[in-house]
């Protein structure tokens, strides 16, 4: 699955991110343009798939 265009300026290529919260490593996307973050999730592709809700 590919992620969408970013739904705020329309980037073309977000990338992935990670961060551990409470000892558990989550994914999300972030558009290197405008530098939102998308929702985070357990694995890259539940963080493509939120990215890609929201983008919808
Ligand atoms: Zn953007």
Redesign the pocket.
Known sequence: MNARN??????ND?YYDEMAIDGLTVYYLT??????EGPTGRTTQEATEGWNRRAA
Do not use: A, K, T
Request: hydrophobic share 10%; with cysteine; glycine share 8%.
């Open positions: 970013c739904p705020f300026c329309g980037h977000p558009c290197p343009e405008c530098e939102c």
